[in-house]
């Protein structure tokens, strides 16, 4: 079955910028989608279809896709950005959602 | 706007099956799908099924087959999670969610579930 990797744990400051991978065989080739999930809160999308934001999503946030590696790009990290951050693909051989295990984002 | 809210917290017993809801308000609900995913304390997201409210087509993750159902009501706009036989592994919250295509793209505020003796 298809496996989505993602590191455990990411620290930056604020103002710097944060990059999660999110990693997967030939990823390049599927829509990536990362859902934010700040503490004790349900998740919110923040980029879909590789690239792209939701209304209201920071211009701060975006994301790319290629080969076996998608990316969430954070740039002028607040501590607001605080959270875990999931990537999530569609497996059409399966016709089942996917999650990475989830990125925590430390602003320190 | 998009609305999705969940029925409340509850507290169920080994073996018994508990029934979470999940009310849409803020767009047509026939013309959308919905997922349900939860989460274990201190986990990540994991998918369990989903369904469409017009077909009733439903989908679900293996190791939810055969324990889990889902359905609908769209004269409510409600979506609705059964899971029975519940173990003290079910206890996390549940979280429905709107389906745009193949990814969800609003959340409901989620539903802790606590399996306890």
């Known amino acids: 079955s298809y496996v989505l990797t993602q590191p455990p744990s990411l620290s930056v400051a604020p103002g710097q910028t944060a990059t999660i991978f999110c990693q997967g065989s030939?990823?390049?080739?599927?829509?990536v989608h990362w859902h934010q999930q700040r503490p004790g809160q349900a998740p919110v999308l923040v980029i879909f279809?590789?690239?792209d934001r939701p209304s209201g999503i920071p211009e701060r946030f975006s994301g790319s896709n290629s080969g076996n590696t998608a990316t969430l790009t954070i740039s002028r990290v607040e501590v607001g950005d605080e959270a875990d951050y999931f990537c999530q693909v569609w497996d059409f051989t399966t016709d089942h959602l996917l999650f990475g295990g989830g990125t925590k984002l430390t602003v320190l | 706007q998009v609305h999705l809210l969940q029925s409340g917290a509850v507290v169920m017993y080994p073996g018994a099956s508990v029934e979470v809801s999940c009310k849409a308000s803020?767009?047509?609900?026939?013309?959308?799908?919905v997922h349900w995913v939860r989460q274990a304390p201190g986990q990540g997201l994991e998918w369990m099924g989903w369904?469409?409210?017009?077909?009733?087509?439903?989908k679900f993750a293996q190791k939810f087959q055969g324990r889990v159902a889902v359905s609908t009501d769209t004269s409510i706009n409600t979506a609705y999670l059964h899971v029975n036989g519940l173990t003290s592994d079910d206890t996390a919250v549940y979280y429905c969610?709107?389906?745009?295509?193949?990814?969800?793209?609003?959340w409901g505020q989620g539903t802790l579930v606590t399996v306890s003796a």
């Open positions: 969610a709107r389906d745009r295509n193949n990814f969800p793209d609003y």
């Open positions: 369904i469409n409210p017009v077909s009733g087509v439903t």
């Open positions: 279809n590789d690239r």
């Open positions: 803020g767009y047509h609900f026939s013309g959308f799908s």
């Open positions: 030939n990823i390049g080739g599927k829509s």
